[in-house]
Nanobody, 115 residues
């Protein structure tokens, strides 16, 4: 069955960095676009970044452009989110999502940016 397992979240000070990973299994990873979303308390889940199948095309939310980088390793069935210059407003649960249908989500990983 399809599984998406996120890791790499944690507590970091403002200005710090984290790298999230999402390990995929149960489907042909290289055939699907992958995305990172986040959901802060009391807010709707929002798209953070998306990467197409070969990694050549990426899209970012305006709020993270220039600070976050999405990448993928199709040999390892893993998608990454490198987050730099983190701000308190980046605090959220971060989820990875497989493109296409049916929709699959990971369980999420908490990122907290606080001094």
């Amino acid at each position: 069955q399809v599984q998406l397992v996120e890791s790499g979240g944690g507590l970091v000070q403002p200005g710090g960095s984290l790298r999230l990973s999402c390990a995929a299994s149960g489907f042909t990873f290289s055939s699907y676009a992958m995305s990172w979303y986040r959901q802060a308390p009391g807010k709707e889940r929002e798209l953070v970044a998306r990467i197409l199948t070969t990694g050549g095309i990426t899209n970012y939310a305006d709020s993270v452009k220039g600070r976050f980088t999405i990448s993928r390793d199709n040999a390892k069935d893993t998608v990454y989110l490198q987050m730099n210059s983190l701000k308190p407003e980046d605090t959220a649960v971060y989820y990875c999502k497989r493109g296409g249908f049916p929709i699959y989500w990971g369980q999420g990983t908490q990122v907290t940016v606080s001094s």
